[in-house]
């Protein structure tokens, strides 16, 4: 399987693979950098979190139709690939900067470059390969290895570089990454010229102003309009759960909705049965998604607060994370602060009292958190703290020491002004944020450092508020020694079970379809995606069993929950995932291949969409009945697929599919 490939296939499985690490380490961390309160993250709400996740994952995946359109058009696959590197990269590091204003623009450069990425480095792949050449399959294969590499590392790397630094070490190891993937594509240039294509119009291709006037032109005027309806004129309490994005992005696909149902209607009539097909295969599809994308959405969530991720479990991610120390410090494992005991067992061993210092303010428990005080705050702490604490000057910008590295970790900038806004969250709740002008120079960077006496070692304390404090500490709890945390694997690092699951098990999938093929059953396409969609229910159900052993989030839970969630959410991808793609091509006439992709990047988006939405809508419920509602929604649509059964059976048989 591994020899006889085009010179070209292991550059693109490089190139691919660097590219696909930096994507998913963004999904991994997305939401738990926009929601973190304790190490320096943005600090907002679950639901504005979720809510910017659904709408990153959304054109991250609808940016794929019109990049494979301008490629094809006008730029050609490796020209395309380039510069969605380049985009990529910039995004990055725009991230990296911590600027308010790089936030929402290196999302937006993120999108643009997976656009011009995504769908073209594929295309490259098959134009390896000489029309009927057997070896095309094993390549997509080994291609296919190539991005489930990147996505299983993509965590373990977020994991290290947040841990050992900061959030924004994050984004430049992402960045670099994918100037590595650029490297490689330029020295690979000539070796891919077999695989690219000259860009132009072809014969029946629908015209690129055509799609811009019809499609995505109305699209985009009803979304903005129907964003703006929502956000300015509807009460409230009407966008509490359903965002003022939401409604523009579904009233902004009607169109898009729209043309596809006519399509089939338009058609001629011996073409009309495939593309009626391919509605159902895209609600499916749409609805897969939007369950497996709850990785970086809702499951994350579920990791991060109902997950017993303290070293020692049984669980595998913490026996991996408990395997690997550096300088006596585990790098896949993070200290465990306030928020991770609201629900953690009574035994769970407390940070020692002297470690924490109590007496902050809510102001400037947030400041510290976000790592952002102002010198006002700073001066009114400081004539609050203990004699045995002292503020400690660390230098910024030169070589630290030993000691001066354990205590950056729990450091706070300096600026001369910080402002402060409050506010509630969806739940009612107060909610405090803080925020830094653009620019706005470090004054310098404090610890507050605890001495500790005849022991040695100082320590750097971590400021919390007192009622924070007096909660922490439950009857009978033991205390660590003074400057040490429990570890805790980083919650990212359970999306990785979802890569590492496709590589295990599709030789096991490909096996059963051919013991399936061998024994005559009949098994067809469409019955994949209908036993896909049954699994899928299967896997949601499960985490409704998780929400029950959890006494709906009042105890955390072992995260063999969450393994075994990714097991049977994986088996349903390989039933699914494949197959609708594969019709997707078969049951379109040649001259709508363009536009029938689309529309699967179409129902992708959609349903990521909607998975930033149950990712608010988690909030809001209990976790058993929150999964079971999910539950409801794929055992909806399999039926759906079982009542259509017969006339997919019938199209796929139709188009030899």
Same mark, same amino acid.
């Given at each position: 399987m591994?020899?006889?490939?085009?010179?070209?296939?292991?550059?693109?499985?490089?190139?691919?693979?660097?590219?696909?690490? *930096?994507?998913?380490?963004?999904?991994?961390?997305? !939401? !738990?950098?926009?929601?973190?309160?304790?190490?320096?993250?943005?600090?907002?709400?679950?639901?504005?979190?979720?809510?910017?996740?659904?709408?990153?994952?959304?054109? /991250?995946?609808?940016?794929?139709?019109?990049?494979?359109?301008?490629?094809?058009?006008?730029?050609?696959?490796?020209?395309?690939?380039?510069?969605?590197?380049?985009?990529? *990269?910039?995004?990055?590091?725009?991230?990296a900067s911590g600027q308010k204003w790089a936030f929402p623009t290196g999302l937006v450069f993120l999108c643009c470059g997976n656009g011009f990425f995504k769908p073209n480095i594929s295309a490259m792949v098959g134009n390896l390969y000489e029309?009927?050449?057997?070896?095309?399959? *094993?390549?997509?294969?080994?291609?296919?290895?190539?991005?489930?590499?990147?996505?299983?590392?993509?965590?373990?790397? %977020?994991?290290?570089?947040?841990?050992?630094? =900061?959030?924004?070490?994050v984004f430049v190891a992402a960045g670099v990454g994918m100037l590595i993937s650029v490297v490689i594509l330029l020295?690979?240039?000539? /070796? !891919?010229?077999?695989?690219? /294509?000259?860009?132009?119009?072809?014969?029946?291709?629908?015209?690129? %102003?055509?799609?811009?006037?019809?499609?995505?032109?109305?699209?985009?005027? !009803?979304?903005?309009?129907?964003?703006?309806?929502? =956000?300015y004129v509807l009460p409230p309490s009407v966008t509490k759960l359903v965002k003022a994005t939401d409604i523009g992005f579904l009233i902004g696909s009607i169109p898009i909705?729209?043309?596809?149902?006519?399509?089939?209607?338009?058609?001629?009539?011996e073409e009309k049965p495939g593309l009626r097909a391919l509605l159902p295969i895209y609600l499916a599809g749409g609805t897969f998604f939007m369950v497996l994308h709850l990785n970086g959405s809702a499951m994350t969530t579920w990791a991060n607060e109902n997950t017993a991720r303290q070293l020692g479990q049984s669980d595998p991610i913490c026996l991996i994370a408990d395997a690997v120390w550096v300088k006596g410090d585990p790098v896949f494992a993070q200290d465990a602060l306030p928020g991770y005991y609201g629900n953690a067992a009574d035994d769970l061993p407390r940070p020692n009292k002297l470690t924490l210092f109590g007496g902050g303010t809510d102001e400037q428990a947030t400041m510290f958190g976000k790592k952002k005080m102002d010198a006002a705050s700073l001066e009114a702490l400081t004539a609050n703290l203990p004699s045995d604490v002292r503020v400690e000057a660390l230098p910024i910008g030169a070589e630290l020491t030993d000691e001066q590295r354990r205590w950056k970790k729990y450091s706070v900038d300096i600026y001369d002004k910080v402002e402060i806004k409050e506010g509630t969250d969806s739940h009612g709740l107060p909610k405090i944020s803080v925020e830094v002008a653009d620019g706005a120079p470090i004054q310098k960077r404090v610890a507050f450092v605890r001495e500790n006496g005849e022991a040695g070692g100082d320590y750097a304390t971590y400021v919390t508020t007192q009622d924070k404090f007096d909660a922490l500490y439950v009857e009978g709890a033991t205390e660590l020694e003074p400057g040490?945390? /429990?570890?805790?694997?980083?919650?990212?690092?359970?999306?990785?079970?979802?890569?590492?699951?496709?590589?295990?098990?599709?030789?096991?999938?490909?096996?059963?379809? =051919?013991w399936a093929s061998r024994r005559q059953i009949d098994f067809s396409t469409a019955r994949k995606i209908l036993a896909g969609m049954v699994i899928t229910a299967i896997a949601a159900a499960f985490m409704a069993m998780a929400g029950f052993v959890s006494d709906n989030g009042a105890v955390k839970v072992s995260g063999m929950w969450l393994m075994g969630f990714y097991a049977i959410i994986t088996v349903g991808e390989l039933f699914l995932s494949p197959m609708a793609l594969s019709l997707?091509?078969?049951?379109?006439?040649?001259?709508?291949?363009?536009?029938t992709m689309g529309g699967w990047f179409f129902a992708t988006a959609v349903g990521n969409k909607f998975s930033g939405f149950l990712g608010v809508l988690q909030g809001a419920m209990e976790p058993a009945m929150f999964f079971l509602v999910i539950v409801g929604a794929a055992v909806a649509v399999a039926a759906y697929i079982l009542s259509v059964l017969p006339k997919l059976d019938e199209a796929i048989k139709k188009y030899g599919a």
């Open positions: 591994l020899t006889g490939h085009p010179k070209g296939l292991y550059r693109l499985f490089f190139i691919e693979m660097w590219e696909r690490l *930096a994507f998913y380490t963004m999904v991994g961390i997305l !939401l !738990l950098y926009a929601t973190d309160t304790e190490t320096g993250g943005l600090g907002w709400s679950s639901d504005v979190g979720n809510e910017i996740y659904g709408l990153y994952l959304a054109f /991250v995946y609808f940016t794929p139709y019109l990049g494979g359109l301008l490629a094809d058009r006008f730029l050609g696959y490796r020209r395309s690939v380039l510069i969605g590197g380049l985009l990529f *990269a910039t995004g990055f590091f725009m991230l029309k009927g050449d057997p070896k095309r399959d *094993a390549g997509f294969n080994i291609f296919y290895m190539g991005i489930n590499i990147g996505a299983f590392i993509a965590n373990f790397l %977020a994991a290290i570089m947040r841990n050992q630094w =900061a959030w924004y070490a020295s690979s240039w000539k /070796v !891919l010229e077999k695989a690219d /294509v000259e860009p132009g119009n072809k014969p029946g291709d629908t015209p690129f %102003a055509e799609i811009m006037q019809k499609i995505l032109g109305p699209a985009l005027v !009803l979304g903005v309009i129907g964003w703006a309806f929502a =956000a909705l729209r043309f596809f149902v006519r399509l089939s209607h338009q058609a001629k009539e040490r945390y /429990v570890q805790l694997a980083n919650a990212e690092l359970y999306q990785s079970w979802n890569a590492f699951f496709v590589v295990l098990f599709t030789p096991l999938v490909m096996m059963f379809f =051919a997707v091509t078969k049951l379109t006439p040649k001259r709508f291949v363009g536009l």
